[in-house]
């Protein structure tokens, strides 16, 4: 199960800076991780969580395998792209498959970077991409109205529920707002999501600021935090030039170097963490002597879909599943500890599984 966020942003605002360190990082990580580039422009990173290493400590797992979150670094973005000016064809594409979008923002300033638009306001940066995506969005669906006349005339249900619910967006854009904003049935939510609209990704803006004001921000980042909780949707600081340098350092000169910049962590971990919490997501771990491992689901799976991340079979064949709870596992020495203190407990096909459980699927071959 994987999920992809799209790193966005203007031209020269830190967004490809930003990728190489995340893929330096994962290259980094290869150890215990085995880092791909699917295409130049994607790579994968492990979702830190101290969580996953303390098990294996418990456990004595000889293999760490974390859990994973894919980034595409999406083609740089200028107005006019609805229109298809510069990538903007491709921009578009690549945003449809992606499941969220890290919207980088510069907010630093540096008269050797230019601006594309000749000033530094992020907020104004911000409208000006999510103008281009409520543009594209209204000429898509117009078009696919369009395509549904005839079907609607016929009494297609499916055809009927879809021109509903893209009116319904298109009522939301004409009024100058993103189709995320759109109050969603549940009865609806799958015929929703299938229409693959840009502007109901959710959206994590990234600050780059400078070196300076790594830990705390500056008045430019402040602003887009306002926007970004006026809007319902996070933020995160970060200073790419920073994370480009401490992706070439060794382990210990990167701890020395987050120290002097009194940093408690890299950015990049707040970064795909705030991701992670973005698209709703929590984890489940499995842990043997042979490996600890930790396994992505969206928050609500039960128990059969969370085997099926693993294995199709096991969600096929699921009969029950072992639960350990986190604090339980290690508290109580590992999985002997916990079941004689009775904290072990077998769950059926309707426990929705909890962030940080230990879990062992029982299924049929």
Known sequence: MGFKMGIVGLPNVGKSTLFNALTKTAAAQAANFPFCTIEPNVGEVAVPDARLDKLAEVAGSKQILPTRMTFVDIAGLVKGASKGEGLGNQFLANIREVDAIAHVLRCFEDGDVTHVEGRVDPVADAATIETELMLADMESIEKRLQGLVRKVRGGDKDAVQQER?????????????????????????????????????????????????????????????????????????????????????????????????????????????????????????????????????????????????????????????????????????????????????????????????????????
Request: charge should be negative.
């Open 165 to 365: 619910l893209l009116k319904d967006a298109l009522a939301m854009l004409e009024n100058g707002k993103p189709a995320r904003l759109v109050d969603v049935d549940e009865e609806d939510a799958k015929a929703w999501k299938m229409l693959q609209l840009l502007t109901t990704k959710p959206i994590l803006y990234v600050c780059n600021v400078e070196e300076d004001a790594s830990a705390k921000g500056n008045a430019h980042s402040a602003a887009v935090a306002e926007m970004a909780a006026s809007e319902g949707n996070a933020h995160v600081i970060i200073s790419a030039a920073i994370e480009e340098e401490i992706s070439q350092l060794e382990p210990e000169e990167a701890e020395m170097f987050l120290s002097e910049m009194g940093l408690e962590e890299p950015g990049l971990d707040r970064l795909i963490r705030a991701g992670y919490e973005l698209l709703h997501l929590e984890t489940y771990f499995t842990v043997g002597p042979k490996e600890a491992r930790a396994w992505t689901i969206k928050q609500g799976t039960l128990a059969p879909q969370a085997a099926g991340v693993i294995h199709g079979d096991f969600e096929r064949g699921f009969i029950r599943a072992e639960t350990i709870a986190y604090e339980d596992f290690v508290t109580l020495g590992g999985e002997v500890g916990a079941k004689e203190a009775g904290k072990m407990r077998v769950e059926g096909k309707t426990y929705e599984v909890q962030d940080g459980d230990v879990m062992h699927f029982l299924h049929s071959s």
